[in-house]
């Protein structure tokens, strides 16, 4: 029976929750969202520029690995 109220206390709590955002706080909450896109565009950016750089370097790498294991190849094929 526990489960059930925790279900339905959940289901409470965010309905009251919806109707103090809209009917209440609205434009505290529009605030709160609008100060968060400029952050949230600027470390998005940070960590997309992160994951350029580093996937450069490992395309970077893996090529020069390729390489040289293709000259050792050719070189055995020599002996």
């Given amino acids: 029976m526990g489960k059930y109220l925790a279900v339905l206390g959940g289901l409470v709590a965010m309905a009251a ?14 605030q709160l ?3 968060f ?3 949230v565009l600027f470390f998005g950016g940070l960590i997309a520029l992160i994951a ?5 370097k490992d395309a970077q790498r893996t090529k020069k690995l390729e390489e040289e294991t293709f000259e050792k190849r050719e070189e055995e094929k020599k002996d």
């Avoid at 919806?18 to 609205?26: A, N």
């Fill in 17 to 30: 929750g919806l109707v103090l955002v809209i009917f209440v706080w609205w434009h505290e909450f529009h």
């Fill in 37 to 39: 896109i400029p952050p």
């Fill in 52 to 56: 350029g750089i580093s996937s450069i």
């Fill in 33 to 35: 969202v609008f100060g």
